[in-house]
């Protein structure tokens, strides 16, 4: 189990690192082909705009992975450990049910992008698919942390 989860781990990151290098690299040719030779190119926006998308879905899990969303750790540091816990598992209750929600309503909202983007002819399905891959990923990782936070409530796992 633990090596399917570094191999998607690298997958994720890869993907970040891909899809952020490359709307950079778009980004920048569209400057210099706009201000410098007067010519700008068409799609560098679009495919930018629809990079960003995917890095926005994919890294709500990376950020519950590395705890790097904002939060609120005042209670947590003030009610103590057993109390800061079982805030920290409905926090992350909430995430779950939150994402299944969005997870439920993605199929029909994916249906219905049924057209080509302007430029590029990209079906949006496919820009589209980002909700699902990034709100499953979001479960994963929140269900992992519960782990984590009920092993330590219950003394098998250092805090």
Not at 28 to 38: A, D, G, H, K
Not at 73 to 86: A, H, S
Not at 113 to 138: A, H, R, T
Request: hydrophobic letters at 50%; proline letters at 3%; charged letters at 15%.
């Amino acid at each position: 189990m633990k090596k399917i989860a570094r191999v998607l781990h690298k997958v994720e990151e890869s993907l970040l690192i891909v899809f952020f290098s490359t709307m950079c690299i778009m980004l920048t040719m569209q400057i210099l082909f706009r201000y410098v030779f007067n010519a700008p190119i068409s799609f560098t926006e679009e495919l930018s705009r629809y990079l960003q998308i995917w890095i926005t879905f994919i890294g709500i899990g990376f950020g519950i992975r590395y705890n790097a969303h904002i939060s609120l750790t005042l209670f947590k540091e003030k009610m103590g450990d057993k109390v800061g816990n079982i805030l920290s598992l409905i926090c992350y209750l909430l995430i779950i049910i939150v994402s299944v929600l969005i997870l439920i309503a993605s199929p029909d909202f994916l249906r219905q992008q049924n057209k080509n983007s302007s430029v590029m002819q990209i079906p949006m399905e496919l820009v589209y698919g980002s909700i699902p891959v990034g709100f499953i990923s979001c479960i994963m990782y929140t269900i992992s942390k519960m782990v984590r936070v009920i092993l330590c409530m219950i003394g098998k796992e250092k805090a």
